[in-house]
T-cell receptor
Framework: AQRVTQPEKLLSVFKGAPVELKCNYS??????LFWYVQYSRQRLQLLLR??SRESIKGFTADLNKGETSFHLKKPFAQEEDSAMYYC???????????FGRGTSLIVHP | NAGVTQTPKFRVLKTGQSMTLLCAQD?????MYWYRQDPGMGLRLIHY???????AKGEVPDGYNVSRLKKQNFLLGLESAAPSQTSVYFC??????????????FGPGTRLTVT
């Protein structure tokens, strides 16, 4: 069965500290991997996708196929990074993502 | 280009009442989805559609019906609302970018309270 796990419900850090939001997945084949972000009272929006190998707002995500993980990282957290983050794999050839339960990131001044 | 819009933004219903949530997108996307978002549960897929005139059940379809009579619209209906349906409802649409998968575009959400 397809499964995605974000083990931390809440991650609380101080401004300038490194942050890592964990995502582990269990999928047959090699899914496409996405991170979505939801700022307070706003709609969800795409943060980044693995296939683009991009860095958005200082965030990067590394795919570890051996551990089936796609952790989101940022070396120096900012207060404006406070938001809910969702990991969302999509099976190859599928158009339906499986969303994790989300991690709430709070960055204190 | 408004993207994905949802109406209404807020609604309070009494148990047993019915209502329809409307989702509209102006991006000519084939795929549309309805999710509910509950604390600690993330997003759960209610129903989805792969094109005009087609719909399918998602993870939590019970108590909901949908219709996609026009490509740009996806309606979510609650025939007899229950307190367990108190939630924030998000609509999304997507299309396939070759080699890049299906990015989802979300609406602003509808906050529904059933008393």
């Amino acid at each position: 069965a397809q499964r995605v796990t974000q083990p931390e419900k809440l991650l609380s850090v101080f401004k300038g500290a490194p942050v890592e939001l964990k995502c582990n997945y269990s999928y047959s084949g090699s899914p496409e991997l996405f991170w979505y972000v939801q700022y307070s009272r706003q709609r969800l929006q795409l943060l980044l996708r693995h296939i683009s190998r991009e860095s958005i707002k200082g965030f990067t995500a590394d795919l570890n196929k051996g551990e089936t993980s796609f952790h989101l990282k940022k070396p120096f957290a900012q207060e404006e990074d406070s938001a809910m983050y969702y990991c969302a794999p999509v099976g190859r050839g599928s158009y339906i993502p499986t969303f994790g339960r989300g991690t709430s990131l709070i960055v204190h001044p | 280009n408004a993207g994905v819009t949802q109406t209404p933004k807020f609604r309070v219903l009494k148990t047993g009442q019915s209502m329809t949530l409307l989702c509209a997108q102006d991006m000519n996307h084939e795929y549309m989805y309805w999710y509910r978002q509950d604390p600690g549960m993330g997003l759960r897929l209610i129903h989805y559609s792969v094109g005009e005139g087609t719909t399918a059940k998602g993870e939590v379809p019970d108590g909901y019906n949908v219709s996609r009579l026009k490509k740009q619209n996806f309606l979510l209906g609650l025939e007899s609302a229950a307190p367990s349906q108190t939630s924030v409802y998000f609509c999304a649409s997507s299309y396939s970018i070759p080699g890049q998968g299906y990015e989802q575009y979300f609406g602003p959400g509808t906050r529904l309270t059933v008393t």
